[in-house]
């Protein structure tokens, strides 16, 4: 379990980042656009190694050919590649795209599943990608921790590791649960403008430097 020292006089590191982060985005919402859980799940699935606004330029694309998952089951890898090139590592994410469209038509009939492991076992989707799901689409209790949060865990003490999973969980020791759906947000933009992993100087980061 990670641990983090309080500081006589002060806030503990933890109540300072989330006070601290609440103050920065007080508002909240995922980046990427969605009208349904099936419409998140293909946007999540192309977002890896992609820019958020990339991956809303391509959505509306994509359901403008195919609406929902029975619709995008059939429509033909190749269109599907070709909408999605933009995104990068097209040839993957379009199998997993059809592939997850195929079995939640199949299988649950057109409704993405709720549960953790149902949605670990669709072609395309780890942990990560179910996280999300869970947190936005479900009201389930997840932290998605991608490699921005990986990164201020560390940097701030949080957790002592690269393992994702470690990190998940030294964070969801940390944090109360009812934090975690803003915190993962709020974190993620953090190490985008605030807090990036190259160039990063302690001095002109908000938590940063109260941590160190």
């Not at 999605?84 to 599943?113: D, M, T, W």
């Not at 669709?122 to 921790?145: D, E, R, W």
């Not at 953090?190 to 430097?209: L, Q, S, V």
């Amino acid at each position: 379990m990670a641990t983090v020292q309080s500081t006589e006089n002060r806030e503990t590191p933890v109540e300072f980042i989330l006070k601290t982060l609440a103050e920065i985005y007080p508002n909240v919402t995922i980046p990427l656009h969605y009208i349904s859980p099936f419409s998140l799940l293909v946007a999540v699935i192309l977002s890896a190694q992609c820019t958020d606004r990339r991956v809303n330029g391509v959505t509306p694309l994509l359901f403008s050919a195919a609406r929902d998952a029975h619709s995008l089951a059939q429509l033909p890898i190749s269109t599907i590649e070709d909408i999605i090139r933009p995104c990068g590592l097209f040839h993957g994410k379009a199998r997993a795209i059809k592939g997850c469209a195929q079995i939640i038509s199949e299988r649950y009939n057109g409704q993405v599943p709720s549960t953790f492991e149902e949605l670990e076992q669709l072609p395309g989707v780890g942990h990560k990608t179910a996280s999300v799901m869970i947190a936005q689409c479900f009201n389930g209790y997840a932290f998605p921790v991608d490699t921005h949060i990986r990164r201020l865990a560390n940097r701030w003490k949080l957790a002592h590791s690269q393992n994702v999973l470690v990190v998940e969980n030294n964070l969801k020791e940390l944090f109360p649960r009812e934090e975690w759906h803003d915190l993962h947000i709020r974190m993620i933009r953090f190490g985008r403008e605030y807090c990036p992993a190259k160039n990063h100087r302690i001095e002109k980061c908000p938590i940063c430097k109260y941590i160190n």
